[in-house]
C-alpha cells in the first residue's frame, strides 16, 4: 500500500489520502482497534483522524458530521467504528454507515457493498477487511478453499455474511450455524 501511495503522489503531488475513524463513548476495545488502524495508516503514509463523540451521541449528530465528511475532497475514507453508544440501536447504526459515501466506505458496511459482495458482483468498491483477512488466513493455510466443507459459528452481521459471501465466491459450501443451531 505504501509503495502504491508513493507511485500515485509522484503523478499527482497534491494527493495525501486521509482517513477518519469516528467513534461514539471510550470502549476499550475500539480504542484499541483504533490505535491499531492510526498505526497502520502511518506506516503506509495515510492521513488519520479520530473524531470522537460523547456516549450518549445521538444518531443525527453522528451522521451530520459523517456527511460532512463524505462530501469533503480531502478525506479518503471514512470508518465508523462500531458499536456506536447505548443512544444508536440497531436501526439507528444502519442509517449511520449508509450515510457514508459509497466511495469513502473503507469498512464495505454501506449496503450496497454488501448486497454487491453476497451477489458475487465484480464492481466492489470495498471488502470488509476482517473477512478478507479470514480468506487471507485461510489461503495461507495451503488448503483449497475450493470445494470445501465451511461451517460458520457466528451472530455478527459485519463478519457472518461477508465471510460466508467471500467463502461461496471461492466456491466453497457454506453452512451457516449459531447458537441455536442444532
Given at each position: 500500500?505504501?509503495?502504491?501511495?508513493?507511485?500515485?503522489?509522484?503523478?499527482?503531488?497534491?494527493?495525501?489520502?486521509?482517513?477518519?475513524?469516528?467513534?461514539?463513548?471510550?470502549?476499550?476495545?475500539?480504542?484499541?482497534?483504533?490505535?491499531?488502524?492510526?498505526?497502520?495508516?502511518?506506516?503506509?503514509?495515510?492521513?488519520?483522524?479520530?473524531?470522537t463523540f460523547p456516549e450518549a451521541a445521538m444518531a443525527e449528530e453522528i451522521i451530520q458530521v459523517v456527511k460532512k465528511l463524505s462530501d469533503d475532497d480531502?478525506?479518503?475514507?471514512?470508518?465508523?467504528?462500531?458499536?456506536?453508544?447505548?443512544?444508536?440501536?440497531?436501526?439507528?447504526?444502519?442509517?449511520?454507515?449508509?450515510?457514508?459515501?459509497?466511495?469513502?466506505?473503507?469498512?464495505?458496511?454501506?449496503?450496497?457493498?454488501?448486497?454487491?459482495?453476497?451477489?458475487?458482483?465484480?464492481?466492489?468498491?470495498?471488502?470488509?477487511?476482517?473477512?478478507?483477512?479470514?480468506?487471507?488466513?485461510?489461503?495461507?493455510?495451503?488448503?483449497?478453499?475450493?470445494?470445501?466443507?465451511?461451517?460458520?459459528?457466528?451472530?455478527?452481521?459485519?463478519?457472518?455474511?461477508?465471510?460466508?459471501?467471500?467463502?461461496?465466491?471461492?466456491?466453497?459450501?457454506?453452512?451457516?450455524c449459531h447458537s441455536h443451531t442444532k
Amino acid at each position: 500500500v505504501a509503495q502504491k501511495i508513493k507511485v500515485f503522489q509522484a503523478q499527482y503531488l497534491q494527493f495525501q489520502p486521509q482517513l477518519v475513524v469516528m467513534q461514539a463513548g471510550e470502549h476499550p476495545d475500539s480504542t484499541t482497534y483504533i490505535c491499531m488502524k492510526a498505526k497502520a495508516a502511518e506506516e503506509v503514509s495515510i492521513k488519520f483522524n479520530h473524531i470522537t463523540f460523547p456516549e450518549a451521541a445521538m444518531a443525527e449528530e453522528i451522521i451530520q458530521v459523517v456527511k460532512k465528511l463524505s462530501d469533503d475532497d480531502a478525506v479518503s475514507g471514512v470508518l465508523v467504528q462500531l458499536p456506536l453508544g447505548p443512544n444508536v440501536n440497531a436501526d439507528n447504526t444502519c442509517t449511520v454507515t449508509e450515510a457514508v459515501s459509497l466511495k469513502k466506505d473503507v469498512d464495505g458496511f454501506h449496503a450496497y457493498n454488501i448486497s454487491h459482495l453476497s451477489s458475487c458482483a465484480a464492481s466492489l468498491l470495498f471488502i470488509p477487511c476482517t473477512p478478507a483477512a479470514v480468506i487471507c488466513l485461510l489461503e495461507s493455510t495451503g488448503i483449497s478453499i475450493t470445494g470445501a466443507n465451511a461451517v460458520m459459528l457466528s451472530r455478527s452481521n459485519i463478519i457472518r455474511n461477508p465471510v460466508a459471501a467471500l467463502l461461496r465466491s471461492h466456491n466453497a459450501t457454506v453452512t451457516q450455524c449459531h447458537s441455536h443451531t442444532k
